[in-house]
Nanobody, 121 residues
Framework: QVQLVESGGGLVQPGGSLRLSCAAS????????MGWYRQAPGKQRELVAV???????NYADSVKGRFTISRDNAKNTVYLQMNSLKPEDTAVYYC???????????????WGQGTQVTVSS
């Protein structure tokens, strides 16, 4: 009933930039927090950034000052602008959202399929 679709990953050189997008679609009544997580090979999935419905943001210490999360509530979309990328940012990036479904009014956490970001020269 609800789907999150990510786009914007790819290969970039150290110091470069990428912008990830994640669009939510389906039987949506309300979207609360939206965020980005990442998982590098052999490591646990970790929070990168989160934005509330009101626009408040929170970032992992490792990305503060380099990444910016934002959302367009009219488009049900969350973005992650990543600047000054480092090799250690290489990971699969997953979109995450707390969504209340219109038909049931049940709120649950939904995940995107993931998009690969590779930072390498």
């Amino acid at each position: 009933q609800v789907q999150l679709v990510e786009s914007g990953g790819g290969l970039v050189q150290p110091g470069g930039s990428l912008r990830l997008s994640c669009a939510a679609s389906g039987n949506i009544f309300n979207i609360y927090n939206m965020g980005w997580y990442r998982q590098a090979p052999g490591k646990q999935r970790e929070l990168v950034a989160v934005v509330t419905s009101g626009g408040s943001t929170n970032y992992a210490d490792s990305v503060k000052g380099r990444f910016t999360i934002s959302r367009d509530n009219a488009k049900n979309t969350v973005y992650l602008q990543m600047n000054s990328l480092k090799p250690e940012d290489t990971a699969v990036y997953y979109c995450n959202a707390r969504i209340q479904v219109l038909a049931t009014k049940i709120t649950a956490t939904y995940w995107g399929q993931g998009t690969q970001v590779t930072v390498s020269s």
